[in-house]
C-alpha cells in the first residue's frame, strides 16, 4: 500500500495565527489531494495537485493555499487560521483512480 | 457538484450477521466508486472499488453492486467480524479522476459478538 505521511499529527494554533501541515508520500504518485474531516460534512477537497509546481482549488478552497514543491511533499498553508479551521485534515496521494490517505492531522485553533 | 448520499447513517449488528449499506450519487458524470473504511482513530482504507462500464465486484466478503441507470450502488458484507467494525465511506469521481472524490458521510457499523 501506498506509503502517506504527515506531520504534525496534532497541532494547537492560535486564531490568526500561521499554519503549515506537511505530507509527503514516497510511492511516486503524480497526484496528491488535502481534505478535511467533520462531523456531519464528512470529508471535502480543499486543493489537490497533478505533480510538481501545481496546485488547484478543490470543493472548499477559502482561507487555505496549497504548495507542491517537489513529487513527494504537498502542503497545506493557513496563512491566517481562524476556529471555524478545526478539524482533521488528511492528505491522501493516487495515481490512475485509486487514492490512498495519510495518518491525519488534528488541529485545533482556540 | 457532485453530491453522494449513503444510508443508513449507522447500524448495529451481531457478529455473523450481513450487512447492506446504501449509496446514491447525483452527477451522471461520475465514472469511478471506490470505498473506504476507517477505524476509530485511524487513516481511510481502501477496501474495493467500481467503474460505470460494471455492474458487480467481489473482493472476499465484500460485494459491490452499480446501477447506473438508477445512479445507486449497494455495498453488501457477509458473515461480519467485530473488526469490521468502522465507518465506511462511498465516494465518487469523474472522468478525470485526479480532480479528487466526493465523498458520503459514512455508515458506521457495529459488530458485536
Known amino acids: 500500500e501506498a506509503a502517506v505521511t504527515q506531520s504534525p499529527r496534532n497541532k494547537v494554533a492560535v486564531t490568526g495565527g500561521k499554519v503549515t501541515l506537511s505530507c509527503n508520500q514516497t510511492?511516486?504518485?503524480?497526484?496528491m489531494y488535502w481534505y478535511r474531516q467533520d462531523t456531519g460534512h464528512g470529508l471535502r477537497l480543499i486543493h489537490y495537485?497533478?505533480?510538481?509546481?501545481?496546485?488547484e482549488k478543490g470543493d472548499i478552497p477559502d482561507g487555505y493555499k496549497a504548495s507542491r514543491p517537489s513529487q513527494e511533499n504537498f502542503s497545506l498553508i493557513l496563512e491566517l487560521a481562524t476556529p471555524s479551521q478545526t478539524s482533521v485534515y488528511f492528505c491522501?496521494?493516487?495515481?490512475?483512480?485509486?487514492?490512498?490517505f495519510g495518518p491525519g492531522t488534528r488541529l485545533l485553533v482556540l | 457538484g457532485e453530491q453522494v448520499e449513503q444510508l443508513p447513517s449507522s447500524l448495529i449488528v451481531q457478529e455473523g450477521a450481513s450487512v447492506l449499506i446504501n449509496c446514491s450519487y447525483t452527477?451522471?458524470?461520475?465514472?469511478?466508486f471506490p470505498w473506504y473504511k476507517q477505524e476509530p482513530g485511524k487513516r481511510l482504507q481502501f477496501i474495493i472499488d467500481?467503474?460505470?462500464?460494471?455492474e458487480r465486484k467481489q473482493n472476499q466478503r465484500l460485494t459491490l453492486l452499480f446501477d447506473k441507470k438508477t445512479k445507486h450502488l449497494s455495498l453488501h458484507i457477509t458473515a461480519t467480524q467485530p473488526g469490521d467494525s468502522a465507518i465506511y465511506f462511498c465516494?465518487?469521481?469523474?472522468?478525470?479522476?485526479?480532480?479528487?472524490?466526493?465523498f458520503g458521510l459514512g455508515t458506521r457499523v457495529s459488530v458485536f459478538p
Open positions: 491522501a496521494s493516487g495515481g490512475r483512480d485509486t487514492q490512498y
Open positions: 510511492n511516486n504518485h503524480n497526484n
Open positions: 495537485s497533478y505533480g510538481a509546481g501545481s496546485t
Open positions: 452527477d451522471s458524470a461520475s465514472v469511478y
Open positions: 467500481i467503474r460505470s462500464n460494471m
Open positions: 465516494s465518487a469521481s469523474m472522468n478525470n479522476y485526479a480532480q479528487g472524490l466526493t
